[in-house]
């Protein structure tokens, strides 16, 4: 449930149709734009959105996404759901990898914030270091709603 729309527990069967063009995203600039229309607990949804990239170099890349969704159900009625993002991806060499992310919902009125941090120690074994925040942006204008610190080591042994 989320900004007074409850879903009720059913057995809901849903059918998507989409259409997708992207861009290669090899290339300096880039973009993609998605239509999507299809079922959403026993009402419809029709989404569509889009992004934009730019390759700095090899070791930044910096896009941007937004995505409306325009749901009606007969319980609930009609309404939409907004979110855009801004997200940068960063490589300082061969074994250093950074992603940030800033995203605001506006059905749920929340901004995230989520940064992570990827060295790969060994080939196949990872340290991982991700921080995640959201923050409530509608009564009370910017109060931390969830923080996640999360540590992760992998390491693959060969036997």
Excluded at 87 to 111: H, V
Excluded at 138 to 157: A, C, E, M, N, R
Aim: glycine share 12%.
């Amino acid at each position: 449930m989320g900004n007074g729309v409850e879903i009720k527990a059913d057995n809901y069967t849903d059918t998507q149709i989409q259409f997708l063009a992207r861009a290669n995203q090899s290339r300096g600039i880039w973009g993609d734009i998605k239509i999507e229309k299809g079922g959403y607990f026993g009402g419809n949804r029709t989404q569509y959105g889009g992004s934009v990239g730019k390759r700095f170099s090899n070791h930044l890349t910096l896009y941007g996404s937004t995505n409306r969704n325009l749901i009606s159900m007969p319980s609930q009625g009609k309404f939409t759901a907004d979110i855009s993002g801004i997200t940068a991806e960063m490589a300082l060499n061969r074994k250093w990898f950074g992603k940030a992310l800033i995203q605001y919902d506006n059905f749920s009125e929340q901004i995230q914030l989520y940064c992570r941090i990827n060295w790969i120690h060994t080939p196949g074994s990872d340290l991982f270091i991700v921080l995640n925040q959201r923050y409530d942006m509608s009564k009370s204008k910017g109060s931390l709603v969830q923080g996640t610190q999360v540590v992760k080591l992998t390491y693959l042994f060969q036997i």
